[in-house]
């Protein structure tokens, strides 16, 4: 067992009380390993070194149990979840989650399903699509527990793209970065527009050894979103809702 996994799974037991199997622990080699193989051939991160990636793709994205109790948690899309983030780092901690993993790039989404393959995860659709029409589906419009992302659009956008995958009494995450105020001023109306409560959470966190502050916004469903939402894609990245 690699340092680096052995690392990861003393966070998480010290973070979240959650011990990792040896089978997760391999698991999340494999995945590092495959990713950077991967990343000689198509840019899927910019980072290079393995022992980044432990912390700043595979620790910050499990962060996700500090926002929703993961343990209820029954299905999950992560939209833009590119090279699997935050979505596959669940997956091998929650296996029972049932997880959809959304990417308009065709070569990612190859990535993801050979990743998918090679871990041996079961319950895991990868998606070919952008999040605007994919979320029209009868299949996912409404139809999962958490929609989330990372690193993928401004909040008032994320919001358009996401909260129509979420049924009623879900949730909406955003893994954000450290600065974040404007954003969330911007977004209020937006969220309110899609059915997301007023009043949201902000769960700030800080990564291990200093690698940095993240936010995690976690927006309750609490109405059906209007049909015409998503609009066309592109449209809520060229006008966002205000
Ligand atoms: N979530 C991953 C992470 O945090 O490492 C990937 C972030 S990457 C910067 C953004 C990803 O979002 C890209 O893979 C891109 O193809 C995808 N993306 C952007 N807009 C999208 C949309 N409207 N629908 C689906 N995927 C989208």
């Not at 993961?70 to 299905?75: F, T, W």
């Not at 983030?85 to 308009?104: E, M, N, T, Y």
């Not at 993240?214 to 309750?220: A, E, I």
């Not at 979103?225 to 060229?238: D, L, S």
Request: net charge neutral.
């Amino acid at each position: 067992m690699s340092e680096q996994a052995e690392w990861l799974a003393q966070a998480v037991e010290e973070a979240w009380s959650l011990s990792l199997t040896s089978h997760q622990r391999e698991q999340f080699e494999q995945y590092g390993r495959h990713l950077l193989e991967w990343n000689q051939r198509i840019n899927l991160t910019a980072i290079t070194s393995s022992e980044v990636i432990y912390i700043k793709h595979f620790y910050d994205s499990l962060t996700m149990i500090d926002a929703v109790p993961m343990q209820r948690v029954r299905s999950l899309v992560d939209v833009g979840t590119g090279a699997g983030f935050p979505g596959i780092p669940l997956k091998i901690v929650f296996p029972d989650l049932q997880l959809v993993l959304v990417d308009s790039l065709r070569k990612r989404v190859q990535f993801l399903q050979e990743t998918v393959e090679l871990l041996g995860l079961k319950g895991v659709q990868t998606v070919h699509g952008r999040a605007e029409e994919v979320a029209r589906e009868r299949r996912y419009r409404e139809q999962l527990d958490v929609a989330t992302a990372r690193a993928v659009a401004k909040l008032n956008v994320l919001a358009e793209y996401c909260l129509p995958f979420v049924c009623t009494g879900g949730w909406f995450v955003a893994l954000k970065g450290a600065e974040i105020e404007t954003e969330i001023q911007g977004a209020k109306r937006a969220l309110r527009t899609l059915g997301g409560k007023e009043d949201f959470t902000v769960i700030p966190c800080s990564l291990p050894q200093e690698a940095g502050m993240r936010h995690l916004v976690v927006v309750s469903k609490e109405r059906s979103t209007p049909r015409t939402y998503p609009r066309k894609a592109g449209t809520p990245q060229r006008k966002p809702l205000e």
